[in-house]
């Protein structure tokens, strides 16, 4: 089995700051993603890269920054903390292929005061 | 606008009974149905899927049942337990489409001892 570490757990920011969560897979999956997971809003797709160096946008795109450093990590930067957001950023990874199970890390938990 | 819905935002069950979470969608190009569970304070998991080729699927208490006509589906879990209490994702996936899960909002299962 693998596991996927997201740091940190728990993010307090200030209004217009920028904010950077990371992410780390050890399950050597080609494909990581970046969701985004509000109280009644289910999941939504933010970023997701199939490979090394590759950025691919999702629905929620705008105001997010992503980056593939290498094929085990993947970063999301909050351009500019909005006042009062308060999400679960939730991090996952898949090998490539349309049937295949995306494993999910624990989050990590952002307030902006 | 929602392209998986699930119609109960909540529900609950006595301990034993059969709880079933139901969940439709738009798009006739979606092939592979995932459902998620997902515990306070944890990522979610993949419970159990079914592709649109198939109109049930079963494992263990948990089944799946498929409409391709109707465009809907149904999560049974049979003698529902306390520990089945979280929340339930219902995703999707267009064929090709690697790893871009779209979800629908949860529903939140309260199974009562």
């Known amino acids: 089995g693998g596991i996927i570490t997201q740091t940190p757990k728990f993010l307090i920011g200030q209004e217009g700051q920028k904010l950077t969560l990371k992410c780390q897979q050890n399950f050597n999956h080609d494909t990581m993603y970046w969701y985004r997971q509000d109280s009644g809003k289910g999941l939504r797709l933010i970023y997701y890269?199939?490979?090394?160096?590759?950025?691919q946008k999702g629905d929620l795109s705008e105001g997010y920054d992503a980056s593939r450093e290498k094929k085990s990590s993947f970063s999301l930067t909050v351009t500019s903390a909005q006042k009062n957001e308060m999400a679960v950023f939730l991090c996952?990874?898949?090998?490539?292929?349309?049937?295949?199970?995306?494993?999910f890390g624990k989050g990590t938990r952002l307030t902006v005061v | 606008q929602q392209q998986v819905r699930q119609s109960s935002q909540s529900l609950t069950v006595w301990e034993g009974e059969t709880a079933i979470l139901n969940c439709s969608y738009e798009?006739?190009?979606?092939?592979?149905f995932p459902w998620y569970q997902q515990f306070p304070g944890e990522g979610p998991a993949l419970l159990i899927a079914i592709r649109s080729v198939s109109d049930k699927k079963e494992d263990g208490r948990f089944t799946i049942f498929f409409n391709k006509r109707e465009k809907n589906l149904s999560l049974h879990i049979k003698d529902s337990q306390p520990g089945d209490s979280a929340t339930y994702f219902c995703?999707?996936?267009?064929?090709?489409?690697?790893?871009?899960?779209?979800f629908g909002l949860g529903t939140t299962l309260q199974v009562q001892p």
């Open positions: 995703a999707a996936r267009r064929a090709g489409n690697t790893g871009k899960l779209i």
């Open positions: 798009n006739s190009a979606f092939d592979y």
């Open positions: 890269s199939i490979t090394e160096n590759d950025l």
């Open positions: 996952a990874s898949s090998i490539t292929g349309s049937n295949t199970e995306v494993f």
